[in-house]
């Protein structure tokens, strides 16, 4: 199976923070990528497809790049209900797998 | 607007079995293939099995192979998951999930929409 490894683990920011986070594959993915948010208790929520596609109703504050095996989310300016978790998820195989998760807390 | 509603999650004792079923709506279920994701508590998430529009194709993940079946009825649009030798590391939230194809020759797919999940305890 493809390995899925995100960092960090855990992010502290606060409200207007420009935040990153990175999603490394254990072997070419191509561009198959998507995001996901969870918020607690929640179902997760996709935000972008194919590496750096916005999903419909997504807030353009949401950005995506990468290919291959390197891959990068980021909030622009982060507001408050942007804190949660979230997930990359390569969908290059029929053996989906999910990174371990960002959760992104209140500094 | 697309809706996935989860039901038959509870409590079961190790080696017991559960059938979980997921009624969709909003969308013309017929036409897409479906997947069943699980989140064990405080833990990240894990893909489980997906069924293609027809039924035609399935694929598990192997620690589920030959102890859970993914099954679909178009004419009621519904998705199940019967789960048999379950064990405690089966305890999660079981989502039923709609998949979206993308890639050159569209047999590649995301998730697109989430039910709200239905808790699965394995416990004696």
């Known amino acids: 199976d493809i390995q899925m490894t995100q960092s960090p683990s855990t992010l502290s920011a606060s409200v207007g923070d420009r935040v990153t986070i990175t999603c490394r594959a254990s072997q070419s993915i191509s561009t198959w990528l998507a995001w996901y948010q969870q918020k607690s208790g929640k179902a997760p929520n996709l935000l972008i497809y194919?590496?750096?596609s916005l999903q419909t109703g997504v807030p353009s504050r949401f950005s995506a790049s990468g290919s291959g095996t390197e891959f990068t989310l980021t909030i622009s300016s982060l507001q408050p209900d942007d804190f949660a978790t979230y997930y990359c998820q390569q969908y290059n195989t029929y053996s989906w797998t999910f990174g371990q998760g960002t959760k992104v807390e209140i500094k | 607007q697309v809706q996935l509603v989860e039901s038959g999650g509870g409590v079961v004792q190790p080696g017991g079995s559960l059938r979980l079923s997921c009624a969709a709506s909003g969308f013309i279920f017929s036409n897409y293939g479906m997947q069943w994701v699980r989140q064990a508590p405080g833990k990240g998430l894990e893909w489980v099995a997906f069924?293609?529009?027809?039924?035609?194709?399935?694929d598990y993940a192997d620690s589920m192979k030959g102890r859970f079946t993914i099954a679909r009825e178009n004419s009621k649009n519904t998705l199940y998951l019967q789960m048999n030798s379950l064990t405690v590391e089966d305890t999660a939230v079981y989502y039923c999930?709609?998949?979206?194809?993308?890639?050159?020759?569209?047999?590649?797919?995301?998730?697109?929409?989430w039910g709200q999940g239905t808790l699965v305890t394995v416990s004696s």
């Open positions: 194919r590496a750096s």
């Open positions: 069924i293609r529009y027809d039924g035609g194709s399935k």
């Open positions: 999930v709609k998949a979206k194809r993308d890639g050159p020759t569209g047999d590649l797919y995301y998730f697109d929409y």
